[in-house]
């Protein structure tokens, strides 16, 4: 049986655990703490939502997600082409933040837990690649700001409502989902129970 010892975050007790099911919680018995949970069907769970996030990347990023009208003139943008306005307005920071924080990141996040779990489930995961990748996708777990992003959009409707007229569009919506299976991640990808089963087969 895998036996495994684990400092408390919180009060530093030594924990040794042998083993829990999907589904459960390990606490620090001094302070309740929770020091492991195993999640449910992790695999499974997080193929499907990288590979819905993959699928709605390019529309969420290539199509318009709002359009506005203004004294008869309409103008729609995606977020690329809000990027590339950014970038042509010599607001080079600006423009390479937001395509890092909410392009990019997502990106390698869906790619890199799609991989890794596609080699877990084809029991492929023995090349030493798989460690490197989910070294990676933990590099980069804390690098993606869609949430703000999303909030900025939201935001900029309620000051413009009343200037302009305003309708959404698809990109929106595809955007929206695909922040939520990127937030998704962080509740099915078992990140834990990966990198143990990594160890062990070496
Ligand atoms: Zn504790």
Redesign the pocket.
Known sequence: MKQKQFA??????LITITSINEGEVAS??????H?LDKKYDSINRTLAISGTGLLLFIPATFFPLMSMQLLSVESSASLMSGISALWQTELYLVATLVFAFCALAPLIKLTTAFLVCFGFKHNRHQHPIYKQLLLFYHHVDSWEMLEVFLIGILVSIIKLKDMADLSFNLGLLCFSALMLCVLSLKITLDKQMIWDDLNYER
């Open positions: 408390c975050y919180e009060c530093d007790t620090c018995p001094r302070c309740h703490h020091i």
